[in-house]
């Protein structure tokens, strides 16, 4: 069965780094385009970033480009979130999910359960 | 980039039918998708591609369109319904973006 799971989450100090990492297994992982979604304490979804199933192409959310890097190794069936100059708002879960094979600009049909990114000094 | 507009909140009886609707200028071009989200667990999708429902969704959940406005209707609601609702969709530069969320409360 599809499963992901993300690892690398913590306290991290306002202007700090940190990455994350998705696991996952029961797919052919290169055929998928993969997400990253978060999730402020008591807030809603908020869509972070894409990369495409070979990974010739990414988009962010404006509030996190210039500063989060997506990336992915498929021999690994491994995502990843570099986050760079954290701050205060970047506080969420972060969630992994798999783009459907609904068409261009499709919804997610699995995700992980998320794993915790605190900035606080 | 664009917005996705829900009702902060919906309330309805067990049994009878809850209605959440989600606009937005994109909708006319774009699929929407649902996702039911529970405390403390990652959302799960329940309809696809405005009115498709995955296999493993029970039939009372519907998706429906209209313009620049789609719906999710929860036919005989129950207590297990009562959860957070997000519509999605995606815009033609790559940029996905959710609904503000809607808070379901099963009386």
């Known amino acids: 069965q599809v499963q992901l799971a993300e690892s690398g989450g913590g306290v991290v100090q306002p202007g700090r780094s940190l990455r994350l990492s998705c696991a996952a297994s029961g797919f052919t992982f290169s055929s998928y385009g993969m997400h990253w979604v978060r999730q402020a304490p008591g807030k809603g979804l908020e869509w972070v970033a894409v990369i495409w199933f070979d990974a010739s192409n990414n988009n962010y959310a404006d509030s996190v480009k210039g500063r989060f890097t997506i990336s992915r190794d498929n021999s690994k069936n491994t995502l990843y979130l570099q986050m760079n100059s954290l701050r205060a708002e970047d506080t969420a879960v972060y969630y992994c999910?798999?783009?459907?094979?609904f068409g261009s600009g499709g919804g997610f049909d699995y995700w992980g359960q998320g794993t915790l990114v605190t900035v606080s000094s | 980039s664009y917005e996705l507009t829900q009702p902060p909140s919906v309330s309805v009886s067990p049994g009878q039918t809850a209605r959440v609707t989600c606009s937005g200028d994109a909708l006319s071009k774009q699929y929407a998708y649902w996702y039911q989200q529970k405390p403390g667990q990652a959302p799960v999708l329940v309809i696809y591609?405005?009115?498709e429902r995955p296999s493993g969704i029970p039939e009372r959940f519907s998706g429906s369109s209209s313009g620049t406005t789609v719906t999710l209707t929860i036919s005989g609601v129950q207590a297990e319904d009562e959860a957070d609702y997000y519509c999605q969709s995606a815009d033609s530069s790559a940029t996905w973006v959710f609904g503000g969320g809607t808070k379901l409360t099963v009386l």
């Open positions: 591609k405005d009115t």
């Open positions: 999910a798999r783009e459907g094979q």
